[in-house]
Structure formats: structure tokens, C-alpha cells
């Protein structure tokens, strides 16, 4: 499973020839049964079943995946569970772990081939692949952020034709400031650049408040539910800002164009 050690050592071959009474625990079980962290883990004696056993490593904890990260786990030579504990004469399940570069289908048939020799020629069992579970897992994440980005698009649309509309009952209002602009030697490229930039600082403003919501919300559940936490990167809040300067641009460039090419005289003389 990937699993690493964040402390002590794992048991190895000996441990399982000799039935060795060792264990590795998860961060989970070091908390719940070891709650003071002054506590070493390592060398403790753990009762299982009433048979003891010495904690030899604590594994690091995992999240994400098909990871339960409020169960407890620990782990144990097959051979000291077999013999000692459950008293079974059999495994119940294995877990194989296949190489990155390693054909999934080619490493299913291999193991279903060799499963079946050992068993008599009889499939008296079922591989469950989890690549199946991981490739419909990524299949239904690309969905949703397909239709949340679709959503996303729809919303910026929206906005900034929110933001065009501002920018052209601006320029209407605002018609007889354009024209005393020109009549005092204002360029083109002036007024233009006048209302790109409100347009933007108006997006700017926007995105501000909606980072700040972002932010907020994120505290919110993190305070609310406990053991999930939101975590807001700076690569988002960036990317936040630069859409709405790229909204504020292509949305503003339109009204901006128009004030622009106002004519001086009749500029004047609207009221």
C-alpha cells in the first residue's frame, strides 16, 4: 500500500518464519492508544486478544485515496495472526502492489493464472482491480471539473457583461466630461485608457471581495467540521486576480472604444 515508516522499523522474513509477537501501528492507533505524545511507542506492549505483542514501528498517516483516515490499523505477521490470534489455517484476502510501469490487465491475468494453479484449477475467488475503481474515480473527477468549469465560464460571462453595461451608462452619463477631456487637448488613447482602467479597478474590486468570501467561507467549514480542513493557495488567489483584469479589459474595452470616439462637439453639447 505505500505505506512509510515515521518511526521504528518494520518486521521482515525472520518475523514471519518465527511467528514473531511484533506490530507496526498507524497514526490513528499511536493517538488512541498512546495519547501522551511524551510517550514513546517504540518497545510498548500491546495486549491483543490476550496475546502480547511489542510495538516495533509507527507508520506515517495517510490521507486521500481509499485511505479511512479515522479507522484504526495495525499490522503484524500473517503467521502470528494465523497461528496465535485467529487460529485460522488460511488467508482471507492479499494485497499485491504492481509497479508504476506495470500493465494492470497484464498483472490481473498473472495473478488470476497463478491463483487458479494454486488453488487446483478451480477460481474459487475474485481479484477486485482497484486501477477500475481509480479510472472511473478520474473519469467522474474530469466530469465535475468540466461542468464546474462550464459554470465558472457562465458566471464570467455574465459578469462581465455586468460590467460592460456599467461602463456604457458611464460613458452615456459622463458624455459632457469626455468632450471638455478633448477640448483641453485629450487624447484618444487617453480616454481610452481612462476607462479600461475603471473597468478593471471595478473587476479588481470584485474579485477582492470574492477572495475574501473564498476565505472566509473556508474558515467556516474548517472551524465547522472537524478533520477536514480548506486550504486556499496563493497560485488561486493570483489566478483570481488576473481573470478579473482579464475580464475587466475585455469586457471594458468596448465602452472605452465608444467614449474614445466621441466627437468633441457633440460631446459638448449633450446634456
Known amino acids: 500500500r505505500g505505506t512509510k515508516l515515521a518511526a521504528g522499523s518494520f518486521f521482515g522474513p525472520q518475523a514471519v518464519y518465527k511467528l514473531d509477537q511484533v506490530l507496526v501501528i498507524d497514526d490513528n492507533t499511536r493517538k488512541k492508544l498512546f495519547p501522551d505524545k511524551r510517550v514513546n511507542p517504540i518497545g510498548q506492549v500491546v495486549l491483543l486478544n490476550n496475546v502480547p505483542c511489542r510495538v516495533?514501528?509507527?507508520?506515517?498517516?495517510?490521507?486521500?485515496?481509499?485511505?479511512?483516515?479515522?479507522?484504526?490499523?495495525?499490522?503484524?505477521?500473517?503467521?502470528?495472526?494465523?497461528?496465535?490470534?485467529?487460529?485460522?489455517?488460511?488467508?482471507?484476502?492479499?494485497?499485491?502492489?504492481?509497479?508504476?510501469?506495470?500493465?494492470?490487465?497484464?498483472?490481473?491475468?498473472?495473478?488470476?493464472?497463478?491463483?487458479?494453479?494454486?488453488?487446483?484449477?478451480?477460481?474459487?475467488?475474485?481479484?477486485?482491480?482497484?486501477?477500475?475503481?481509480?479510472?472511473?474515480?478520474?473519469?467522474?473527477?474530469?466530469?465535475?471539473?468540466?461542468?464546474?468549469?462550464?459554470?465558472a465560464g457562465i458566471s464570467l460571462l455574465v459578469g462581465g457583461i455586468g460590467v460592460m453595461n456599467i461602463m456604457l451608462v458611464s460613458v452615456t452619463e459622463r458624455t459632457r466630461e469626455i468632450g471638455v477631456r478633448m477640448a483641453v487637448s485629450a487624447r484618444q488613447g487617453d480616454i481610452l485608457q481612462q476607462f479600461l482602467i475603471e473597468a478593471v479597478l471595478?473587476?479588481?474590486?470584485?474579485?477582492?471581495l470574492g477572495v475574501l468570501l473564498a476565505m472566509g467561507i473556508s474558515a467556516l467549514v474548517s472551524a465547522v467540521v472537524p478533520n477536514f480542513t480548506m486550504m486556499v493557495s496563493i497560485s488561486s488567489i493570483l489566478a483570481a486576480f488576473l481573470c478579473s483584469t482579464s475580464i475587466g479589459i475585455a469586457?471594458?474595452?468596448?465602452p472605452a472604444r465608444n467614449a474614445a470616439r466621441l466627437d468633441p462637439v457633440d460631446a459638448l453639447a449633450r446634456e
Open 56 to 151: 516495533i514501528g509507527v507508520t506515517q498517516k495517510q490521507t486521500g485515496g481509499f485511505v479511512d483516515t479515522g479507522s484504526l490499523s495495525i499490522f503484524m505477521p500473517y503467521t502470528t495472526v494465523m497461528g496465535r490470534i485467529t487460529g485460522r489455517p488460511f488467508v482471507s484476502s492479499i494485497t499485491v502492489r504492481v509497479a508504476d510501469d506495470t500493465p494492470m490487465a497484464a498483472a490481473e491475468e498473472a495473478i488470476s493464472r497463478l491463483m487458479t494453479l494454486r488453488h487446483g484449477g478451480r477460481k474459487d475467488f475474485f481479484i477486485n482491480n482497484t486501477a477500475n475503481i481509480r479510472e472511473t474515480i478520474q473519469s467522474t473527477t474530469r466530469t465535475m471539473t468540466l461542468l464546474i468549469g462550464s459554470i
Open 202 to 208: 471595478v473587476c479588481l474590486v470584485g474579485g477582492g
Open 251 to 254: 469586457f471594458g474595452f468596448l
